[in-house]
């Protein structure tokens, strides 16, 4: 959390494709570096999304919370959102324990860190306050980080996970007297 962001990527696929595209990132931290998110829509009761441009009312709404974000810099503590990020730690390794899932556990670590970057955002545009509805969101943000990850990407990560640690149970020094017959 010490780099800041000086951009950000929006990509919109369809899961098949982007099981196709980040098939070789599953396991190496890619996918987990991500904030993935979906659409589940239905045709027949979804409502047609409202495109528009803000005007110029709403752009004079927003700017006081752009210009703290603009203003920020050094090192920023709320520490209201490190124990919310503890505590959600500790939740994402029982969840993991409960389910027997190993893919969970390691998309959590990077799950957990982006919705408190999230959460940090929102304590400072706010004016460097905390509430209860920032960490409601920062909750449900990490909640529904995983659960889409795991959704798409959660089964080649347990294939590739169980291969590994197979991997690893084989090798290593071994008394050879023990393999005569």
Known sequence: GLAPLRWAINAS?????????????????????????????????????????????????????????????????CPAANRLSLKMKQDNKDTARLYESEAYKVYSYRANLISWLKGMVLYIADGYRWAKEIADFVRWTQRYDLWC????????????????KSIQSQGGPQNLLLSLP
């Open 13 to 77: 696929t369809t899961p098949s494709n982007a099981r196709r595209f980040f098939h070789k990132g599953v396991s190496d931290g890619t996918v987990s570096r991500l904030d993935i998110s979906t659409v589940i829509y239905d045709d027949e009761t979804a409502e047609d999304p409202i495109m528009g441009i803000y005007d110029e009312a709403f752009q004079e709404e927003l700017n006081p919370y752009l210009q703290r974000l603009e203003n920020a810099s050094g090192l920023i503590e």
């Open 149 to 164: 990850k795991m959704l798409y990407f959660g089964q080649q990560l347990e294939e590739e996970l169980a291969a590994e």
